[in-house]
């Protein structure tokens, strides 16, 4: 028994997903969108000599802070995570908005992002450093945690090469402004130096309750700085994406009068929070939006778009992203024969226990996560799919597929989720949110026999389970929507469960998910 991603020997195979190998910039420079398929938040894109390394928003699922690995921007693979063990001593949740920056004399790559602090509960810009992103990362722990909250930071140098940190006081979190604030940091990143200078805030109508995200890039003499406002992160959301300029990092900052520079077409909306980043001589911005059709199921998936200039030289968006990518390039199969595949992710509070080997997996079981047990998941990519995982009953512990989201769609609202589980020969289709645990229908199978259970999704919110056992499938309660389990800023996961007492086990042979 040994613990998820103890042994940094997982990313000796470097696997690949979200990705269609054929998909390249064309000579015309067409490519298909989402680059990053599924709930990636908060996208930060980084160059690296002929390489790029992008991360995303995690939330509550660990390991936490993805690191992905491109040459052209469009396919991407899975080589690293910030935190590969779980949460930092000094964290506790809302793992948020990595912002990744290499410092070419160093030869170091740091990883700023946001957690809320055990002790005070806000929460705080931190940073973290490798000497490279497919390295170790070693935690430097916070640099500011202000009252109303510190997130979304972003390091950038000033005209005279001083090394600065950018980022939010999160005022609208109790109804203020909120000003983006920057201050020097010392070479180490290890400690703010001197005053803190605010260089704009939320003062325009367009912008109403909130300005974040502030990404700089250089070009002709000015400073750019994009960033996003108003609401990102649920059905309602109506977030956009301005832009502003000054000659010098502290300003004064003029924002740009036709902003907003991005916003909703016919394929996404709620469009936000990205990084800009030089390819060929050009740049492009990696942000994070909602599929029209996928609305929040799905979650905020990781967009490219190029970015065009005005007479006047301001950079500008199109606003014509498409939705390309293949249904193909969705799908996933897992026999777990070696190291668990590191697209698979975990409850930060939890510390997992499983095996791996020629007998698939054996995920040890618990009663943890709201009475939902041991949970392994991954994300969602797509409306319409099949998910099926071959298991091995057991008397000790129910082995089933579930819809992972939250008991209710306000923030930080607990994990809840409906699904399918065998243990013995008793088939069953269950919800669970705070704690209660509603059963909707059950079947007797066979016992002794490997099983295949269904759950079907489509449109994002119409489930239906079935069983399959010596050949025959059995279809178990009919319908049901699980719209009231999306949760707040992250799309669905789906998960493996395990539930049981401590020591007790379930066991998988295999996983699959096909779109259609």
Known sequence: MKNLFRSRNIFIVLVLFLINSEKIFSQSGSFDNPVLAGDRPDPTVVKIGDS????????????????????????????????????????????????????????????????????????????ASADSPEGMFRDHGPLVAQ????????????????????????????????????????????????????????????EGWLVEGVAIFRKNGYFYATYSARGCCEITCDYVTGVARSRTLLGPWEKYNMNPILQDNEEWKCAGHGTVVEKGGDFWMLYHAYNTEGSVYVGRQGVLEKINWTADGWPVLENKAGYERSKESLEFRDDFEEKLDPVWQWRVTQDIQFETGKEGLKLFASEENENLGTLLVQGTKSLNYRYEATIIPNDDASAGLALIGGANNGFGAPVAGMGISVQADLVTFWQVIDKKREVFATQTIPREHPVQLILN??????????????????????????????????????GLVSKGPENSFSQFKSVRIQSF
């Open 52 to 127: 790029y390394y992008a991360s995303a928003t995690s939330n509550e699922w660990a390991p936490l802070f993805p690191i992905f690995k491109s040459n052209d921007l469009v396919n991407w693979e899975l080589v690293n995570y910030v935190f590969p063990d779980g949460a930092p001593d000094w964290a506790k949740n809302n793992f948020w908005a990595p912002e990744l920056s290499y410092d070419e004399n160093q030869g170091r790559i740091y990883a700023y992002y946001t957690a809320r602090d055990k002790e005070s509960n806000r929460l705080s810009v931190a940073v």
């Open 147 to 206: 009252e109303y909250g510190s997130i979304d930071a972003f390091e950038t140098r000033d005209e005279n090469g001083k090394l600065y940190v950018l980022w939010k006081e999160d005022g609208n979190s109790k109804g203020q402004d909120t000003p983006i604030w920057a201050q020097e940091i010392n070479e180490e990143r290890t400690e703010l130096i001197g005053e803190k200078h605010e260089l704009f805030r939320n003062d325009q109508p367009w």
């Open 457 to 494: 999704m489509e449109d994002g919110y119409r489930m239906s389970v079935s069983v399959k056992v010596e050949g025959s499938t059995i279809e178990l309660g009919g319908e049901k929507d699980v719209k009231h389990l999306v949760p707040w800023g992250m799309g669905f996961r789906l």
